[in-house]
């Protein structure tokens, strides 16, 4: 059973341009969860999909940052645009069930210079 | 969500048990404890979690005081390939399902 993938695995950017992270969860997984850990703190929760459904998307920084999972499957999170504060490790996890453990991808690396 | 408390930093010996505490005096009724780990750049891993009663995998053991007020994992023979940041986790059983890790303890498997 292939594990969470994230798409790219680095990106660099400069201020004020668009990027867009991808991440495909376990198949069959339909819960799908957003993560970022910032320069020196801890692994932050961002949102929480169930299928196509926004869950809980309490830890969305700003309105910079849009997620989706069109099709319930994999999902995108764009930052438009981005800003130096947003540079850091982007971690998406997936699970069967909401009771069940979250399984995470690997991670993207994101710089904004 | 219950707080923990970890200690910062441990280091064990190859082959030796590593035993990492943590201590959630908050925790209430309807709260998990789970263990992930983060192995230098790659993604949280899961390893283990329970509710009262002790738990064991091919990973590693989950020891929970009585009063829940604090737990141990245990990694039988540790490896160097256990170095890692481990971080104990309080989850609720329904309701908000994000994890909320802290500091982790960073432990070091020496040679």
């Known amino acids: 059973e292939a594990g969470v993938t994230q798409f790219p695995s680095h990106s660099v950017i400069e201020k004020g341009q668009t990027v867009t992270l991808r991440c495909d969860p376990i198949?069959?997984?339909?819960?799908l969860y957003w993560y970022r850990r910032v320069m020196g703190k801890e692994i932050k929760f961002l949102l929480h999909?169930?299928?196509?459904?926004?869950?809980?998307e309490s830890g969305m920084p700003n309105n910079r940052f849009l997620a989706e999972r069109t099709g319930g499957t994999y999902s995108t999170l764009k930052v438009q645009p981005a800003e130096l504060e947003d540079s850091g490790v982007y971690f998406c996890?997936?699970?069967?069930?909401?009771?069940?453990?979250?399984?995470f991808g690997p991670g993207t690396r994101l710089t904004v210079l | 969500d219950a707080k923990t408390t970890q200690p910062p930093s441990m280091d064990c010996a190859e082959g030796r048990a590593a035993n990492l505490p943590c201590n959630h005096s908050?925790?209430?009724?309807?709260?998990?404890v789970y263990w992930y780990r983060q192995i230098h750049s790659q993604g949280p891993q899961y390893i283990i979690h329970?509710?009262?009663n002790n738990e064991t995998n091919e990973m590693a053991s989950l020891i929970i005081t009585e009063d829940r007020k604090s737990s141990t994992l245990i990694l039988p023979h540790a490896t160097l390939r256990d170095t890692a940041v481990y971080y104990c986790?309080?989850?609720?059983?329904?309701?908000?399902?994000?994890?909320?890790f802290g500091q982790g303890t960073r432990l070091t498997i020496n040679p």
């Open positions: 996890a997936s699970s069967r069930t909401v009771y069940n453990e979250q399984f």
């Open positions: 198949s069959g997984h339909d819960n």
């Open positions: 908050t925790i209430s009724g309807n709260e998990y």
């Open positions: 986790i309080v989850r609720r059983i329904q309701g908000a399902q994000k994890l909320v």
């Open positions: 329970g509710l009262k």
């Open positions: 999909f169930v299928k196509e459904s926004k869950q809980d």
